[in-house]
């Protein structure tokens, strides 16, 4: 079952203040010296985090999405996204092979 979209956005923002708690910097500070390192790859940016702030893994890249997306409030997209015409030809070339009829006795 999904969260509500509104319940998501203040468990992010939670885990943001966090990240802030235990860093003893500012979610804009920290991005101050993301931009200033000039890390583009989002593993060492995420490493970067890590290492010069103290935080885990889930902390880093919870900082990272705010800094790839600053309107990111959390939660997921209720839209429904149609799949790639490929992918759509591929699994329609998938079904299942129709039963071959059984020999009567």
């Given at each position: 079952?999904?969260?509500?979209?509104?319940?998501?956005?203040?468990?992010?923002?939670?885990?943001?203040?966090?990240?802030?708690?235990?860093?003893?910097?500012?979610?804009?500070?920290?991005?101050?010296?993301?931009?200033?390192?000039?890390?583009?790859?989002?593993?060492?940016q995420?490493?970067?985090?890590?290492?010069?702030?103290?935080?885990?893994?889930?902390?880093?890249?919870?900082?990272?999405?705010?800094?790839?997306?600053?309107?990111?409030?959390?939660?997921?997209?209720t839209?429904?996204?149609?799949?790639?015409?490929?992918?759509?030809?591929?699994?329609?070339?998938?079904?299942?092979p129709?039963?071959?009829?059984?020999?009567?006795?």
């Open positions: 079952m999904a969260m509500d979209p509104e319940k998501a956005a203040k468990a992010f923002q939670a885990y943001l203040d966090n990240a802030e708690k235990s860093s003893g910097k500012t979610i804009a500070e920290m991005h101050k010296a993301l931009k200033a390192s000039g890390i583009a790859n989002h593993t060492e995420r490493a970067f985090l890590m290492e010069t702030f103290g935080l885990g893994h889930g902390h880093a890249q919870a900082v990272l999405t705010k800094f790839k997306s600053p309107d990111f409030r959390g939660g997921g997209s839209a429904k996204v149609a799949p790639p015409k490929k992918a759509a030809a591929k699994a329609a070339s998938r079904k299942a129709a039963k071959k009829p059984v020999a009567k006795k």
